[in-house]
């Protein structure tokens, strides 16, 4: 069974750029979850999706979304990046409709802001 | 905001040494996780707690849970050098996908 899937792995950009990471959950999984992992801060929550809909959001900014397919597979875009977006970026998914059940995270995508 | 205090941040010990690591909060938590991060990797899922008070052994580590659901401890008993990386623990309330993570401990064990 192929656990959770992110790519790209590693990316650079600059100030200002947008970018978009993908994460494909484990099969049969429904719910994705983002989160931004550094340093300074660990781990911090971005948001949730389920069945396509957004049921949960952090306290980040406008400039961080996501979205959700039909197939499960999620996505999550930053646009106008900044520097302190440098960041591991990690998705998890899990297979319950309720707050049960364990979260498999994927390896993450280390993005570095130039 | 729900908080999460984890502590020691850093723990270098040698092999064979035991260790605590503890996680506290003035909230309410409905489950406390304890993860285990390796450099490159995901946080990987070492046990969840649900029951105040309850107690969990796996092989060499034992979890707790408090009374109140507010805290946790990972104890390591005879640690050994592969026990070496990233502990963090999580509470999980009633907000869906939302985890509230500690800092995290960065555990060294040497030869």
């Known amino acids: 069974k192929a656990g959770v899937t992110q790519t790209p792995r590693y990316l650079i950009k600059t100030r200002g750029q947008q970018v978009t990471l993908s994460c494909s959950p484990i099969?049969?999984?429904?719910?994705v979850s983002w989160y931004q992992q550094t340093p300074g801060q660990g781990l911090q929550f971005l948001f949730e999706?389920?069945?396509?809909?957004?049921?949960n959001k952090g306290n980040f900014p406008g400039r961080f979304s996501g979205r959700q397919f039909s197939n499960s597979r999620s996505e999550m875009n930053v646009s106008t990046l900044e520097l302190g977006d440098s960041a591991l970026y990690l998705c998890?998914?899990?297979?319950?409709?309720?707050?049960?059940?364990?979260?498999?995270f994927g390896e993450g995508s280390r993005l570095t802001v130039l | 905001t729900q908080l999460l205090e984890q502590s020691p941040q850093f723990l270098s010990i040698q092999e064979g040494e035991n260790l605590t690591v503890y996680c506290n909060s003035s909230?309410?938590?409905?489950?406390l996780q304890w993860y285990r991060q390796e450099p490159g990797e995901g946080p990987v899922l070492l046990v969840t707690?649900?029951?105040?008070?309850e107690v969990k052994k796996l092989k060499r580590l034992t979890f707790q849970f408090g009374d109140a659901r507010k805290d946790s401890s990972l104890h390591i008993t005879a640690a050994q050098p592969g026990d070496t990386g990233l502990y963090l623990c999580?509470?999980?309330?009633?907000?869906?996908?939302?985890?509230?993570f500690g800092q995290g401990t960065i555990l060294t064990v040497h030869p």
């Open positions: 998890a998914s899990r297979v319950d409709t309720t707050n049960t059940g364990e979260l498999f």
């Open positions: 099969s049969g999984h429904r719910s």
């Open positions: 999706y389920f069945s396509e809909t957004q049921r």
């Open positions: 909230s309410v938590f409905s489950s």
């Open positions: 707690v649900v029951t105040g008070g």
């Open positions: 999580a509470g999980e309330g009633t907000s869906y996908g939302k985890l509230t």
